[in-house]
């Protein structure tokens, strides 16, 4: 799995043909990992602002607070899956990704674990 983190808003900062250079090359990689059949799934996520997120209350039970569990200017943005034959593929097809390449973010490469969890 490819955790896509960046700076939440800085696609509104872009200029119009900032903003479709890098959407195309998005559909690129997209439409390459399509034919290839290694793109399994992915979502972008929606702003960090319409988070919530659940923890232990003090004395039991949860608690329900807004916005996302880390202060951080990174923030988790989206995913991809991709069925690769190795990791380095995995990370090739990640230092593609615009976010990377145009140095807005960062993606960190996961495997994503079998049904028994037995690889841990």
């Keep these: 799995m490819l955790l896509i983190w960046n700076r939440p808003g800085f696609v509104e900062e872009l200029s119009e043909e900032e903003r479709n250079a890098i959407f195309g090359e998005v559909d690129v990689i ?39 569990f880390l202060e951080s200017k990174e923030q988790f943005a989206g995913y991809l899956t991709v069925d690769c034959e190795t990791p380095e ?8 990704w615009p976010d990377v390449a145009h140095g807005v973010g960062v993606l960190e490469v996961r495997p994503v674990m079998e049904q028994s969890g037995t690889e841990m």
């Design 30 to 68: 997209m439409k390459e990992l399509t034919e290839s059949g290694e793109l399994v799934g992915g979502e972008a996520l929606a702003h960090p602002a319409q988070t919530r997120t659940v923890r232990p209350a003090a004395g039991g039970g949860t608690e329900v607070t807004d916005g996302p």
């Design 89 to 96: 593929r995995a990370a090739e097809i990640a230092a593609r």
